[in-house]
């Protein structure tokens, strides 16, 4: 029995010298359990489709046939986030299922020998690790002290390395900062290559380049409907130049997005008055809580244009912050971390209920 445990050990091995090495390297993105608790960790919408809505939604999901395949091009589902995300005439759309793979499919379709793919740090995870899926390098620009765009050290880093994709967050996460206008345009100015603009919280920061693809050729804006209730479809949307997005649309897997997700985004998009409000309520409850948290001596608070919050543990160690946090039912997200956010946490904007059971956590934890 020994011997046969240590055989499959050793045959084991020799398989997993198939897997890539920079693939063997990386860690799985970890999603942590938040059962039993307040989840304020993952940037979701609070509010849950509303009661008026819930009976139709449901005879309407009685009669798709889940028997036959989605339509492969969504094209329904395309006119209506045409309308709804205000897409400039004359540009195109590709679906995904969710940001994420949208991401994916445009690193392989620009992945080549010697090709990088740059963002900004701090910023979204998975730029870095999709181009390390897809066989690409990845440079990081480091943003400035107060995370805002440093752009001498912008212009060196597309000098230098010639990005085939250029990936800005805004709103960046985690930060939740908005990057100056102006200093974005520059770099899609300066881009030799491809620069995607990744509005996943556009909903709360009203500030938009959708307008701009009309100025430029090489841009592309990412949008989701993630952020505005509907994270549970698994739901983006890559804009731009047609060519462009014919190009990329060929290493789209086929019926990516399945008729439950075409059918429920479809039909809140077509009933889509609620959106705007519950948009409006998280933006004043996000101002509230960044009040109260500004009024703790113990924190460093960020402003946001986003629907979280980053602060950072002036004094001990913001790992034992969540941590109590966590012992008290509250999830947040912990970014301590080596470097720019070391000792940094960031905070979900919740329902009014939920946001004021974190503020009576987070002060029972500072003073623990």
Same mark, same amino acid.
């Given at each position: 029995?020994?011997?046969?445990?240590?055989?499959?050990?050793?045959?084991?091995?020799?398989?997993?010298?198939?897997?890539?090495?920079? %693939?063997?390297?990386?860690?799985?993105?970890?999603?942590?359990?938040?059962?039993?608790?307040?989840?304020?960790?993952?940037?979701?919408?609070?509010?849950?489709?509303?009661?008026?809505?819930?009976?139709?939604?449901?005879?309407?999901?009685?009669?798709?046939?889940?028997?036959?395949?989605?339509?492969?091009?969504?094209?329904?589902?395309?006119?209506?986030?045409?309308?709804?995300?205000?897409?400039?005439?004359?540009?195109?759309?590709?679906?995904?299922?969710?940001?994420?793979?949208?991401?994916?499919?445009?690193?392989?379709?620009?992945?080549?020998?010697?090709?990088?793919?740059?963002?900004?740090?701090?910023?979204?995870?998975?730029?870095?690790?999709?181009?390390?899926?897809?066989?690409?390098?990845?440079?990081?620009?480091?943003?400035?002290?107060?995370?805002?765009?440093?752009?001498?050290?912008?212009?060196?880093?597309?000098?230098?390395?010639?990005?085939?994709?250029?990936?800005?967050?805004?709103?960046?996460?985690?930060?939740?900062?908005?990057?100056?206008?102006?200093?974005?345009?520059?770099?899609?100015?300066?881009?030799?290559?491809?620069?995607?603009?990744?509005?996943?919280?556009?909903?709360?920061?009203?500030?938009?380049?959708?307008?701009?693809?009309?100025?430029?050729?090489?841009?592309?804006?990412?949008?989701?409907?993630?952020?505005?209730?509907?994270?549970?479809?698994?739901?983006?949307?890559?804009?731009?130049?047609?060519?462009?997005?014919?190009? %990329?649309?060929?290493?789209?897997?086929?019926?990516?997005?399945?008729?439950?997700?075409?059918?429920?985004?479809?039909?809140?998009?077509?009933?889509?008055?609620?959106?705007?409000?519950?948009?409006?309520?998280?933006?004043?409850?996000?101002?509230?809580?960044?009040?109260?948290?500004?009024?703790?001596?113990?924190?460093?608070?960020?402003?946001?244009?986003?629907?979280?919050?980053?602060?950072?543990?002036?004094?001990?160690?913001?790992?034992?912050?969540?941590?109590?946090?966590?012992?008290?039912?509250?999830?947040?997200?912990?970014?301590?971390?080596?470097?720019?956010?070391?000792?940094?946490?960031?905070?979900?904007?919740?329902?009014?209920?939920?946001?004021?059971?974190?503020?009576?956590?987070?002060?029972?934890?500072?003073?623990?």
């Amino acid at each position: 029995m020994c011997g046969l445990i240590n055989r499959d050990l050793k045959v084991s091995e020799q398989l997993l010298n198939w897997i890539r090495p920079e %693939i063997r390297e990386l860690s799985a993105y970890h999603v942590p359990d938040a059962a039993g608790l307040i989840k304020l960790d993952a940037m979701e919408n609070p509010y849950r489709l509303p009661e008026t809505l819930l009976s139709a939604w449901q005879q309407g999901l009685a009669e798709i046939a889940l028997n036959r395949y989605p339509d492969p091009a969504a094209s329904e589902l395309q006119k209506r986030l045409t309308e709804a995300m205000q897409v400039p005439e004359g540009k195109s759309i590709v679906l995904g299922n969710g940001s994420d793979e949208l991401i994916q499919m445009l690193a392989l379709a620009v992945a080549a020998e010697g090709r990088c793919i740059m963002s900004f740090e701090p910023g979204f995870v998975m730029y870095s690790m999709i181009a390390r899926f897809a066989g690409m390098s990845y440079v990081g620009v480091p943003l400035a002290s107060d995370f805002t765009l440093d752009m001498a050290q912008t212009r060196a880093a597309i000098e230098r390395h010639q990005p085939a994709v250029i990936f800005l967050a805004y709103p960046n996460n985690p930060t939740g900062n908005l990057f100056d206008a102006g200093a974005v345009e520059e770099i899609i100015s300066l881009a030799p290559g491809l620069v995607v603009v990744d509005e996943a919280y556009h909903p709360f920061a009203l500030s938009s380049f959708m307008s701009r693809l009309e100025a430029y050729d090489q841009l592309l804006v990412m949008r989701t409907v993630s952020k505005m209730g509907l994270a549970g479809l698994r739901l983006g949307l890559l804009c731009g130049n047609p060519a462009l997005i014919e190009e %990329i649309n060929k290493v789209r897997l086929p019926y990516n997005i399945n008729v439950l997700t075409q059918y429920t985004a479809g039909f809140v998009l077509e009933n889509a008055g609620f959106l705007d409000g519950q948009a409006e309520m998280i933006r004043a409850d996000r101002d509230h809580v960044y009040s109260q948290l500004a009024l703790l001596e113990e924190l460093e608070v960020f402003p946001s244009q986003a629907n979280f919050i980053l602060f950072r543990v002036k004094q001990g160690s913001a790992t034992e912050v969540f941590a109590a946090l966590r012992d008290q039912g509250v999830l947040i997200k912990n970014l301590d971390s080596p470097g720019p956010l070391q000792n940094c946490l960031r905070v979900t904007v919740g329902t009014p209920e939920e946001n004021q059971a974190f503020m009576q956590a987070l002060e029972q934890a500072l003073r623990s």
